[in-house]
């Protein structure tokens, strides 16, 4: 059996990525990765000319992060479909989407779940006024970037003030930016659901750092997450409409249990140095199983 992943962006995948390939090559599959990241195409008297559907059809094809071009993504995943492909896009093709925390939370809240206080504004003035209300510090951040990458804790007036002139400088539009309350907190957790099953570990922040990431020096370890937390995280899974995930939920000092986002693309590394369960072999089995 041929199995290719695809991605638009192989640099931000690629530790979990090799660790596929690992699997693959243990269990026999044929492996192969397309990164769509410098995708280019032709059009030749009438004919699409891309280089790599001139090929041989795998297939699987299971999707890793379309972060970019996903309107392009989708017509050629329905393509592969259409030539006897089957696909695992962890519902890609429903949303069109793969960061749009904005999205995310809307779905969330609708369906009940526990998320920070949250402002979404059209413009940075606004976001003023939000950060008056809701009171320093509080998180400002991107809502279309991952791994901690656009995240930022705001101290005062006077920082938010600065960092706004900025991103003007920058070109940067307030669209592309949440302001959530800052939750101080006793665990980061990140609660990786696959399916029925889930893995849970807590994530502790580099010195200096208040973002936990694993992806950025952040350390982890395995923790033991009750049923009522497992039973949050695969509602907060179901309200986005994913069948993988990375949800982030906090516990604060009152232990009450807030979902920050869901992870469409989660890291799975993290979690199989803090579970040392194997977690690639449980991820590619799944989806696998769920290509249609």
């Not at 972060?67 to 995943?77: A, D, I, N, T």
């Not at 936990?212 to 949050?232: C, I, P, R, Y």
Request: charged letters at 30%.
């Amino acid at each position: 059996m041929k199995i290719t992943v695809i991605t638009t962006n192989y640099n931000a995948f690629a530790l979990e990525i090799k660790r596929l390939k690992e699997e693959a090559q243990k269990a026999g599959y044929d492996f192969s990765v397309l990164d769509l990241e410098n995708f280019s195409f032709a059009i030749k008297d009438g004919k699409l000319d891309i280089d790599w559907l001139n090929g041989e059809i795998s297939d699987i094809y299971i999707l890793r992060g379309a972060l970019h071009s996903q309107k392009l993504v989708s017509e050629l995943l329905e393509y592969l479909r259409k030539k006897g492909a089957k696909i695992f896009d962890n519902n890609f093709l429903k949303h069109k989407y793969s960061i749009n925390k904005a999205a995310d939370l809307v779905k969330l809240t609708l369906a009940g779940i526990l998320v920070p206080n949250t402002f979404f504004a059209r413009s940075f003035s606004d976001f003023l006024k939000f950060g008056e209300e809701i009171g320093y510090p509080f998180i400002f951040k991107s809502g279309r970037a991952g791994k901690g990458q656009g995240v930022y804790k705001v101290d005062s007036r006077e920082d938010f003030l600065k960092m706004i002139a900025g991103f003007d400088n920058e070109e940067k539009e307030a669209k592309s930016f949440l302001l959530q309350e800052y939750i101080p907190y006793k665990y980061d957790l990140r609660c990786l659901v696959i399916g029925d099953r889930t893995f849970t570990m807590r994530r502790i922040p580099k010195k200096g750092d208040f973002r936990a990431n694993f992806s950025l020096g952040g350390s982890v370890e395995l923790f033991d997450l009750d049923d009522k937390g497992k039973d949050l995280a695969k509602r907060a899974l179901k309200a986005v409409g994913l069948e993988i995930g990375g949800v982030d939920i906090l516990i604060d000092e009152n232990d009450k249990l807030y979902i920050i986002e869901v992870n469409h693309t989660a890291g799975f590394v993290g979690m199989e140095k803090a579970t040392g369960e194997n977690i690639a072999k449980i991820y590619l089995d799944f989806a696998i199983s769920r290509a249609s």
